[in-house]
């Protein structure tokens, strides 16, 4: 049974305050300042989903992702890498908010009941954190949560995301996924890439915006991986010493949203220039056209090169019955929808916004594709499609070379989670296969106009999105009134839904130009303030 009084003694040094937490999208995030009793919280949670999963080893990652270096927050790794379970989500959710011991032991026993926790089996956590300044004491007082319960905890200290993903995934699958630690991560995903790109021409220095979070340093370790003959890579925006950098003009989240270059570069035409978010989980890729204009290569870019290549290599491969497919949300730009189902011919499948829907709706298919626009994804190879890929033999040299790409493929992408580092190593192995320039990938389709803009409201739980986030059934009669506005553009498409991670209500709208774009933006933000 629990000791009540180690849980008392250990609660009493992180107090809760007075705010109400709701474990969201991207789990807990919100200042950092009051989340000390949270991550004590997610400790004891995390204790009990180990104990569930058979003292399996669960994740906890300390990170706020593109937000300001003041925020910070939490999220649960299950052991083979995904995200938290949702039907976990609520207890995480009731833990937090508990103010005293007697509540907070009521939500405890009350998760063990409903689950049935062995509280006999061991628990092993495993922690990462990126840069903020409150990481370190909110590890610390997510450790106080593991030990409350009597689990383990290892903490691996500064790491991306998705590092801590792999890590969680490596140490419960006894090395079939790779050795867990970073330096394993470093030389899988460098010789994935080699196995690639070997051969085969360089192309020019890739320019990475590193956001001056913990992305920047990872990818210095992992280029040393990786012979300057065969990629050279600039790190910009390295400055992780200066805390109130982060994200600050500059990350996948300002470029994508502002469509402008970051801080820090003096852009000419012909570089070839990416930005990582502040746990390198996303990344998008820029550069300037021959007419000087800002470009962007956003995620439904980096979804379309991959499915088109992928597809290439399963024909030439000559690999039966392998369903690509790809899932997008209603971020997706229409032209990127369009060229999928028209051009390149793959099925696609909807979600709400949150990689964890994308995520699961991948897992349908063989080869499952999924990028939010923001520049969040990955591809998925179902165990199937990867047997596939090892046992077919090939005939031709066309065969063989093909299978050996796939085969490389599902090492080099991360399985667990959206990886910046290892979606630019796609990119980059893709780029030099098909010996493309950013310009050539960037012709496949032309992006329609559009524009992101977020809206304070008094209540944003008033708002409710159904139909994967493209209409709201709540407050009564504001979906047809963004109707009626849509209707009058050309190619105009908005919806509004309510922020997982922002208390704000974000509002997206395209049309046939950038003005139009903007002003329907405009009026939707109009009607629903
Ligand atoms: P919210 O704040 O729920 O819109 C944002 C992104 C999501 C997802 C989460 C998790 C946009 C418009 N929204 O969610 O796609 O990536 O953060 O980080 O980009
Ligand atoms: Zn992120």
Known sequence: SLNNDKIDELFKKHPKLDVTYTYGTAGFRTKGEVLDSVMFSVGLLAVLRSQKHSGKVIGAMVTASHNPAEDNGVKLVEPMGEMLAQSWESYATELANAGTTEELLKALNNVIAKESIDLSQPAKVVVGRDTRPSGEGLVAALSDGV????????????????????????????????????????????????????GKVKQSTLYIDGANGIGAPTLQKLAKFIPEEILSVKVVNDDTATASKLNLKSGADFVKVGQKKPDGFDLQPGMRCASLDGDADRIVFWYLNKEGTFKLLDGDKIAT????????????????????????TAYANGSATAYVKDTLQVPVVFTATGVKHLHHAAEEFDVGVYFEANGHGTVLFSPGAIKAFHSTQGTTDEEKKALETLRALTDLINQTVGDALSDMLMVEAILVSQQRSYADWDSAYSDLPSRLEKVKVSNRLEFVAIKADTELSKPDGLQQKINQQMSKFKNGRSFVRP???????????????????????????????
Do not use: W
Not at 149 to 156: E, P, Q, W
Not at 316 to 321: I, R
Not at 505 to 519: F, G, I, P
């Open 305 to 328: 090169l991959a499915a088109g290549f992928i597809m290439g290599l399963v024909k030439a491969a000559k690999v039966p019955n392998i369903q690509v497919g790809l899932v997008q």
């Open 499 to 529: 922020s997982g991670t922002e208390d704000v209500v974000r509002v997206y709208a395209e049309a046939d130009t950038q003005a139009n774009a903007d002003l329907l933006a405009h009026i939707v933000c109009g009607i629903i303030f």
């Open 147 to 198: 030990k409350a319960l009597g689990g383990t905890i290892t903490d691996y200290g500064l790491m991306t995301t998705p590092q801590l993903h792999y890590i969680t995934r490596c140490l419960n699958t006894q090395g079939a996924y790779g050795e867990p630690t970073e330096e394993g991560y470093y030389k899988k995903l460098a010789e994935a890439f080699k196995r690639i790109v070997t």
